[in-house]
């Protein structure tokens, strides 16, 4: 194509909150000039800011130029719930066991967690924010305790360890007496995501990487031999363009029609006082996802992550133009207060601090968009609802394209298949949205 002009940047509904109760950040640069530099990366995410690492350790010298449209950690990366799960986990099935080779994507979401390990190791970045505390999948119906079981049976084959955990542990562990059981697996990482990517960008500047917030690039053309990369204030110009813009590189125009572009939403409660855990009980952090991908995720947190607080997260919808509404928000928030309430009656009625809407990008083949667009334009988009890992392993294959490095993580990525095209509108949006509707109430309980 060789002109690319963003069709819109990111629009976000609600307060990142994990960004919030770190405190304020450090001021933004934003990039106000013509600069030069080897590799510019768009979007300062999970996805963009492992490029940047993996472009580092690659290529110690090259001069590497990240631009975020917001500020670092306000965007999706600091909107989601931070698991960083090894297992698979596939949101669009029954009980997350994938169509593809499980194994190979174990194999590679560790090498993710391994990666991230490194990072907080590397940059000192703080251990409170990176929990290898393993997860639960809490089940409340019958149904939802058989998809435990079929899901144990299936790591089984695998060779991976779970354990069942009763009513009585579940209650022990969440001080709620809402679930029947839960299924534990250790390989989960639960992230403190604002406080993982805060540290990893200021990680990176200190290695001499250039980062510019404020800095949304409206578009980028070949002039000569190089791209030349637009914001509203500045330019620079690269021998090499990285998107790591999960679903805005359709806004780009790359995989038009495509692209499924859904939100998800979250709540978080106040600070919770001495006399409130008191009457909640349970353990300082622990994480639940739902036996049904379309249920409920509860996790808490402590006062070495933000504050002791509960996060809820559930409901979905599906909105091509990449902006949820007021309404979709609202609606939410409705549903979260009610699914709190109903697993903590002992708080029902908790006003909750904060609510948000996190932006997800998904195929319907479930395969990403890790390959070169065209020559000095790589992507490293569509994590599929797995924004913390498969960003991470994005990230990693396309730093390693531009650098001609072959590895386990690029040949998975050389291997996948075009996302499929869509249905077309409106009955993409309508359709989908009564789907996840139906499948919302099937699992109204989990």
């Not at 030069?36 to 995410?45: E, L, N, S």
């Not at 967690?113 to 929990?131: K, L």
């Not at 309508?430 to 509707?437: D, E, F, K, T």
Request: glycine share 10%; net charge neutral.
């Amino acid at each position: 194509m060789s002109s690319y002009a963003a069709r819109t940047l990111p629009v976000h509904r609600g307060p990142a909150a994990w960004s919030v109760i770190l405190g304020d950040p450090p001021p933004a640069q934003e990039l106000d000039g013509d600069l030069t530099a080897d590799v510019v990366i768009v979007g300062a995410g999970f996805a963009g800011l492992s490029a940047a690492q993996r472009l580092r350790q690659l290529q110690s010298d090259a001069k590497i130029i990240v631009l975020e449209a917001g500020r670092v950690a306000e965007g999706a990366a600091g909107r989601n719930t931070g698991f960083m799960i090894d297992l698979p986990h596939d949101l669009a099935s029954d009980n997350y066991s994938g169509p593809g080779d499980d194994r190979t994507m174990i194999t590679l979401n560790r090498l993710a967690i391994d990666f991230a390990r490194s990072a907080v190791e590397q940059y000192q970045i703080d251990p409170n924010f990176f929990d290898p505390a393993g997860k639960v999948n809490g089940a409340v119906s019958a149904a939802g305790h058989a998809h435990n079981i079929s899901y144990a049976h299936h790591l089984s084959t695998l060779g991976e360890t779970s354990e069942m955990l009763d009513q009585q542990q579940m209650h022990a562990l969440t001080g709620s007496r809402h679930y029947r059981s839960g299924l534990y697996t250790p390989g989960t990482v639960m992230l403190q995501p604002a406080g993982y990517i805060r540290g990893l960008a200021a990680g990176l500047i200190k290695d001499g990487i250039a980062l510019y917030e404020s800095s949304g690039v409206t578009g980028f053309e070949k002039q000569g031999g190089a791209w030349l990369v637009k914001t509203a204030r500045g330019t620079v110009s690269t021998g090499t363009v990285i998107l790591t813009v999960n679903g805005h590189l359709e806004s780009f125009g790359i995989e038009r029609d495509r692209l499924m572009q859904l939100f998800l939403f979250a709540a978080m409660t106040p600070e919770l006082d001495a006399e409130v855990l008191s009457r909640l009980g349970g353990q300082p952090r622990w994480s639940v996802t739902p036996s049904d991908p379309l249920g409920t995720t509860m996790r808490r947190i402590d006062t070495a992550q933000g504050g002791n607080r509960i996060i809820t997260r559930t409901c979905a919808a599906l909105r091509p133009g990449m902006t949820s509404t007021a309404g979709d928000l609202a609606r939410a928030s409705r549903v979260m207060q009610r699914k709190f309430d109903q697993r903590f009656p002992q708080l029902a009625g908790l006003d909750m601090q904060y609510h948000w809407a996190g932006h997800l990008c998904l195929s319907l083949n479930g395969v990403s968009v890790a390959r070169e667009v065209e020559q000095g334009v790589i992507s490293g988009c569509v994590q599929n609802g797995l924004g913390t890992a498969r960003g991470t392993l994005t990230g990693i294959a396309a730093a390693e394209r531009t650098c001609g490095h072959s590895s386990n993580i690029t040949r998975y990525f050389d291997a996948q298949d075009q996302p499929k095209r869509l249905p077309p509108k409106p009955f993409r949006e309508i359709g989908a949205n009564a789907v996840l509707r139906w499948k919302e109430w099937r699992a109204r309980d989990e």
